[in-house]
Structure formats: structure tokens, C-alpha cells
């Protein structure tokens, strides 16, 4: 007949330890790269294995709203917002839309290659980054109503930030 020693009291095969071990190095894999991802597009990776907490992180760096996560509650509303916010995932790093087909047909290999690779989070799709201010010595100078042009070397200039009374929390934003 047949053998019994692979089969559990209900019935059911028991996987081989190789497959376990595979199974959670598989598992221990995607952990690392979702961190990592997350770690590029809010600078932090700890919403990535925090359950509720990953998707309002995630809908805020590719939707720009955290609401959006309300959306997955409802079915076949679930399925076409995450379909969109796929596709923004990969205008945020600056892919078209055949990389946003390999995110919504195999996740598991575009993911992680976004986490690994060199490409960097660009902002929420759709919304105005802010600028970085340039400006010349030469203009500056023009302003204090001196004509000495000594130099055209640009020079960044960067506001000093305002003192106030330290904030109990810090918000997890994204861009």
C-alpha cells in the first residue's frame, strides 16, 4: 500500500525540512528588502513590518495620502488602487510603465530590486517637490547695492531653522 509517515492526523503532507529552510530564507529575504525599500522612500524601515501602520506609510510615499489605505478595505476598490499605486511606486523612482507591470504582475522580483538597486526615491508622483534655492554671488551683491562683481561661483544658500518647542513625535513623512 502506502506509507503514512509523511502524512499528519488530518491528512496533510508535511513539508520537507529543506523546503521549511527555503520557505523562511525566502521569507527572511523579502523582510530585508521591504525594509530597505521603505528605508529609501521615508528614510525609515520600521513601518515595513508593522502591519497597519506599512500601508499608510506606503500609501503616503506613492499615493500622498495615507488615506488611500481605507481603500483596501473595500473589494474590487482594493484591487485597482493597489494597480495605481504600483504604478506610482515606479514613477517615484523614476521607472515607466513596464517596470509598473512587473510590480503588479511579479512583486517579488521588482520589489527587491528596487530595494537593492542604486535608484533613489524622486517624490510623490504628481506632487510639486520643493525647490532648492541658488543664487550667485554676484546677485547677492546687487541686492546690498554693491557693483563689485568679484566672483560667479554659485552659492547655496540655506535658511537656518526656526527654534521652537521640540514636538513630542516626529512625523514619518515621505519626500
Excluded at 499528519?8 to 521549511?20: N, V
Excluded at 523612482?93 to 512587473?102: E, S
Amino acid at each position: 500500500m502506502y506509507s503514512t509517515d509523511s502524512v499528519t492526523s488530518t491528512g496533510m503532507a508535511t513539508p520537507s525540512p529543506i523546503a521549511l529552510i527555503f520557505f523562511f530564507a525566502f521569507f527572511a529575504f523579502l523582510i530585508v528588502a521591504n525594509w530597505k525599500l521603505y528605508k529609501k522612500m521615508c528614510g525609515k524601515g520600521l513601518p515595513s513590518i508593522i502591519i497597519i501602520w506599512n500601508l499608510i506609510v506606503y500609501f503616503r510615499c506613492t499615493m500622498g495620502s495615507a488615506w488611500w489605505a481605507l481603500a483596501m478595505l473595500i473589494p474590487g476598490v482594493n484591487v485597482v488602487v493597489s494597480i495605481i499605486s504600483n504604478v506610482k511606486l515606479a514613477k517615484a523612482f523614476g521607472h515607466g510603465g513596464g517596470f509598473a507591470v512587473g510590480l503588479i504582475f511579479l512583486p517579488y522580483i521588482f520589489m527587491p530590486y528596487l530595494a537593492f538597486s542604486k535608484d533613489q526615491y524622486l517624490g510623490v508622483p504628481g506632487k510639486e517637490q520643493p525647490a532648492v534655492v541658488v543664487e550667485t554671488a554676484s546677485e547677492a551683491e546687487t541686492e546690498t547695492t554693491d557693483t563689485s562683481a568679484e566672483s560667479e561661483t554659485p552659492v547655496q544658500t540655506v535658511a537656518e531653522p526656526k527654534t521652537s518647542a521640540p514636538s513630542k513625535r516626529k512625523r514619518w513623512t515621505c519626500s
